[in-house]
C-alpha cells in the first residue's frame, strides 16, 4: 500500500505545480512517481525514499532547465497590466487636453491627458468628445493619449 501514498504525494505536487508554474513541483512530483513504483517492486522504505531523492533530484538538475527552457521559448511574450494598455486605441469621453479628460480604453473609463508634442509635430490644443485617440504611455493611473 506504500505504493498508494507516493502515488498521492505526486498528484498532489502535480497540482501545487499549477500554482507555481516554475515545473519545480512536477520534477518532485517525477521523484514520487519513482517512489511509488520502488514500493510497487516491493522495494523497503529506506530504498522508496533513496529512488525518490535520486529521481527528484536527476529531474531538477537535468530535465528542469531544459524543460523551462523550451517553455520560455515556445511561450509568447504576454503583456499584461499598464503594459497591455500601451499602443491600444481609446476614445475620448470628454475633451482631452494637456490638463486632463476622460477615455473609454478597453472597455474602462480612464482618466487621460494628452502627451508632450514630439519633436518636430505640432502640439494639439485639445481632442473633442467622441474622437479616437492612442494610448502612448500610462502616468500612474492617467492615460496619455495622442489624437489619430
Not at 533530484?57 to 511561450?75: C, E, G, I, N, Y
Not at 479616437?132 to 489619430?148: C, E, S
Request: hydrophobic share 60%; aromatic share 6%; glycine share 10%.
Amino acid at each position: 500500500m506504500a505504493w498508494l501514498w507516493w502515488l498521492g504525494g505526486a498528484l498532489v505536487l502535480a497540482v501545487v505545480e499549477t500554482l507555481s508554474a516554475d515545473l519545480t513541483f512536477i520534477m518532485i512530483a517525477g521523484g514520487a512517481l519513482g517512489g511509488a513504483v520502488a514500493a510497487g517492486l516491493g522495494a523497503n522504505l529506506t530504498v522508496q525514499v533513496i529512488v525518490f531523492a535520486a529521481v527528484s533530484v536527476l529531474l531538477l538538475f537535468l530535465v528542469r532547465p531544459w524543460a523551462k527552457a523550451q517553455l520560455v521559448r515556445r511561450t509568447p511574450n504576454m503583456l499584461t497590466n499598464v503594459e497591455a494598455k500601451i499602443g491600444r486605441e481609446a476614445t475620448a469621453l470628454t475633451a482631452v487636453d494637456l490638463r486632463g479628460g476622460r477615455v473609454l480604453l478597453a472597455g474602462e473609463e480612464w482618466s487621460a491627458r494628452l502627451a508632450e508634442p514630439r519633436p518636430g509635430t505640432p502640439e494639439p490644443r485639445a481632442v473633442a468628445a467622441g474622437a479616437h485617440v492612442r494610448v502612448v504611455a500610462v502616468d500612474g493611473a492617467v492615460a496619455l493619449v495622442w489624437p489619430l
